[in-house]
């Protein structure tokens, strides 16, 4: 277990006789990214949500740090070090920038929530757009503010639900780079759901593919693009 900081062992999802998720496991290794594609409703988002502690496990468990989480709420296990975003950006329109990232930061119960939210705003390129409302930046800037929300604290794992909707292709590029340097200068492992394809496979250490709940394959971004399954049920011509 102490090789991974998160790993996801058996997890499955089930309403009633449908299987959103069966028997998925995954692991993140310190510093690591793991690319998760599939279709449109494969179960991706699910199955960040049943890690998160969003949604109770109908069996399986979820491991952070070494630590079994599984019986633990969404809260607690932010206070762990297991941060996510949403597909839709979560950020406070009327507030400035640094007031609400010190604000998440407070919440979270850091003890110098300025310092910490300093240094996410400049992790992110956010620290001279302080004193802007959230509203009058950018979409591309508030997307990077949604994911300063969700650094708050130091998180020692990030999952995020396609972070680059919405984003045109320089704003894309310009987040993935953000979060490649993340993963070595602030020490976090990040679990990517996206559809942007080129971001997944050109910032992933490993790619997972889901396909109706189930994991098909795993592995290098060029193994897993090369796979015949993959490239029938996903990728398609263009892989």
Same mark, same amino acid.
């Given at each position: 277990?102490?090789?991974?900081?998160?790993?996801?062992?058996?997890?499955?999802?089930? =309403?009633?006789?449908?299987?959103?998720?069966?028997?998925?496991?995954?692991?993140?290794?310190?510093?690591?990214? /793991?690319?998760?594609? +599939?279709?449109?409703?494969?179960?991706?988002?699910?199955?960040?949500?049943?890690?998160?502690?969003? /949604?109770?496990?109908?069996? +399986?468990?979820?491991?952070?740090?070494?630590?079994? $989480?599984?019986?633990?709420? %969404?809260?607690?296990? /932010?206070?762990?070090?297991?941060?996510? &975003?949403?597909?839709?950006? &979560?950020?406070?329109? !009327?507030?400035?920038?640094?007031?609400?990232?010190?604000?998440?930061?407070?919440?979270?119960?850091?003890?110098?929530?300025? #310092?910490?939210?300093? *240094? $996410?705003?400049?992790?992110?390129?956010? =620290? %001279?757009?302080?004193? %802007?409302?959230?509203?009058?930046?950018? =979409?591309?800037? !508030?997307? /990077?503010?949604?994911? *300063?929300?969700?650094? $708050?604290?130091?998180?020692? $794992?990030?999952?995020?639900?396609?972070?680059?909707?919405?984003?045109?292709?320089?704003?894309?590029?310009?987040? *993935?780079?953000?979060?490649?340097?993340?993963?070595?200068?602030?020490?976090?492992?990040?679990?990517?759901?996206?559809?942007?394809?080129?971001?997944?496979?050109?910032?992933?250490?490993?790619?997972?593919?889901?396909?109706?709940?189930?994991?098909?394959?795993?592995?290098?971004?060029?193994?897993?693009? #090369?796979? %015949?399954?993959?490239?029938?049920? =996903?990728? +398609?011509?263009?892989?």
């Amino acid at each position: 277990m102490s090789n991974y900081v998160l790993q996801a062992e058996d997890v499955a999802i089930h =309403y009633g006789g449908v299987k959103a998720v069966d028997g998925v496991a995954l692991t993140l290794e310190r510093g690591q990214i /793991r690319g998760l594609i +599939g279709p449109n409703g494969a179960g991706k988002s699910t199955v960040i949500d049943a890690i998160t502690g969003r /949604r109770r496990l109908t069996r +399986g468990r979820v491991h952070l740090g070494g630590e079994d $989480v599984s019986e633990l709420g %969404a809260v607690e296990r /932010r206070k762990r070090g297991l941060s996510r &975003s949403f597909q839709r950006t &979560s950020i406070f329109g !009327q507030m400035k920038v640094r007031q609400q990232v010190e604000l998440a930061s407070y919440k979270m119960g850091v003890a110098d929530s300025g #310092a910490d939210a300093d *240094a $996410v705003l400049k992790e992110l390129d956010l =620290y %001279a757009l302080s004193n %802007a409302t959230a509203e009058d930046l950018g =979409y591309g800037e !508030q997307r /990077r503010l949604d994911l *300063a929300l969700a650094l $708050v604290g130091r998180p020692t $794992v990030l999952l995020l639900d396609e972070p680059m909707a919405g984003l045109s292709v320089k704003e894309s590029l310009d987040l *993935a780079q953000h979060l490649k340097a993340l993963t070595s200068r602030w020490d976090v492992s990040v679990l990517l759901v996206e559809h942007d394809m080129d971001v997944v496979f050109g910032i992933s250490d490993v790619v997972t593919v889901f396909e109706l709940g189930r994991v098909i394959a795993s592995g290098d971004p060029a193994t897993v693009r #090369a796979d %015949a399954r993959v490239r029938e049920a =996903y990728l +398609g011509s263009a892989a």
